[in-house]
C-alpha cells in the first residue's frame, strides 16, 4: 500500500523539528533502515552535533560491518566505535525470554560516556510504530536509560521509513531487516561466540547464494532453515540442497532443515 506524499512530507518535517529539538544526540547505529534514516536526518538537522556511533559485538553481523561504515561515509556523519561486553553478561548469554533487554541495556551503558565526553545531550536509536506491537524487552532498557526513539515521536511506520528513505536516496529503504544473530536462538539456549559464528556464516552462505531474506535459526545441532514461500522452490534442487548441506555441516551442524512455514520475522517469539 503507498503511502500519502502529503503524508510522509508532513512526517518527515515532524522527525526533523523532533531531532532539532535534541540540540545534540548519539545515535545508536546498526546501519539498518531505521538508525540510517535517523543518522540522515539528524546530520542534516544538526551537523556536527550529531554522532553515529556501532557496537562491535559476536552478535552483530560481520557483513553489516563494513556497510555501517560505508552508511556513514556515505551519509557524512561523525562515526565512532564502542566495544560491547554483552558476552560477560550472564542475563544475556542464559538467553532468557528479556534477552533483548540485557543487550540494550548494556549497549546505552556503553554509549552513556561517550555521549558525555562527545558533550552530546542526548542518545536516540531507531525504534519505529510497528516495533510497539511486538516483542521487544530492549524498550524497556530504553527507557530506563533515557533514550529518546524519534522515529516514534513522529509517528513513523516501518512502510513510511522505506518511502521516505527512498525518497532522500538512502540504499537502505528496501533492505531486508537483519537483528542481532542472538535472536536466531530459541529461549533458554545459552548464547556463545562460537554459535554466533556459526550463525553468521550459515547465514552468509545463504547470502552468497542469492538469497535475500531468510533467518538460520540455532537448535543446538540442528539448522532450521527459513525463508520465504516463493524461495522454497530453490530447495527443490538437488544441487542447492547439497551445498547448502555440506557447507552447514563444514560449520558444526549435524542436520539441516528446511522450515516449511514461510519465513516470518520474531518467528521465535511468536504463538505456535
Given at each position: 500500500m503507498s503511502v500519502p506524499a502529503s503524508a510522509l512530507a508532513s512526517k518527515l518535517r515532524r522527525l526533523q523539528d523532533g531531532v532539532?529539538?535534541?540540540d545534540s544526540v548519539l545515535i545508536a547505529f546498526s546501519g539498518g533502515v531505521d538508525s540510517t534514516l535517523l543518522a540522515k536526518v539528524a546530520h542534516d538537522a544538526l551537523g556536527g552535533r550529531a554522532v553515529a556511533a556501532t557496537a562491535l559485538s559476536p552478535t552483530y553481523p560481520a557483513h553489516l560491518l563494513e556497510q555501517?561504515?560505508?552508511l556513514a561515509r556515505q551519509i557524512g556523519i561523525r562515526h565512532e566505535w564502542v566495544q560491547s561486553e554483552q558476552m560477560s553478561r550472564?542475563?544475556?548469554?542464559?538467553?532468557?525470554?528479556?534477552?533483548?533487554?540485557h543487550c540494550k541495556d548494556e549497549l546505552f551503558e556503553r554509549l552513556q560516556p561517550l555521549a558525555r565526553a562527545l558533550d552530546l545531550r542526548h542518545i536516540a536509536e531507531g525504534t519505529n510504530l510497528d516495533d510497539l506491537s511486538d516483542h521487544r524487552p530492549g524498550l524497556v532498557a530504553a527507557a530506563e536509560r533515557g533514550v529518546r526513539s524519534p522515529l516514534v515521536d513522529a509517528g513513523l511506520t516501518k512502510a513510511e521509513i522505506r518511502a521516505i528513505s527512498r525518497e532522500l536516496g538512502l540504499p537502505t529503504w528496501d533492505q531486508p531487516a537483519s537483528p542481532c544473530l542472538s535472536s536466531r536462538f530459541p529461549t533458554g539456549l545459552s548464547i556463545t561466540v562460537e554459535r554466533l559464528t556459526q550463525v553468521d556464516r550459515?547465514?552468509?552462505?545463504?547470502?552468497?547464494?542469492?538469497?535475500?531474506?531468510?533467518?538460520?535459526?540455532h537448535h543446538e545441532d540442528t539448522a532450521r532453515i527459513e525463508v520465504p514461500a516463493e524461495d522454497f522452490a530453490r530447495f527443490a534442487d538437488e544441487r542447492v540442497r547439497r551445498d547448502v548441506a555440506a557447507a552447514f555441516k563444514a560449520l558444526g551442524f549435524r542436520f539441516v532443515a528446511l522450515d516449511l512455514s514461510p519465513f516470518r520475522s520474531g518467528s521465535l517469539h511468536a504463538p505456535t
Open positions: 532539532r529539538d535534541l555501517a561504515r560505508a550472564p542475563r544475556f548469554t542464559a538467553n532468557p525470554a528479556d534477552r533483548c533487554y550459515a547465514e552468509a552462505v545463504l547470502r552468497e547464494m542469492g538469497f535475500r531474506e531468510f533467518r538460520v535459526r
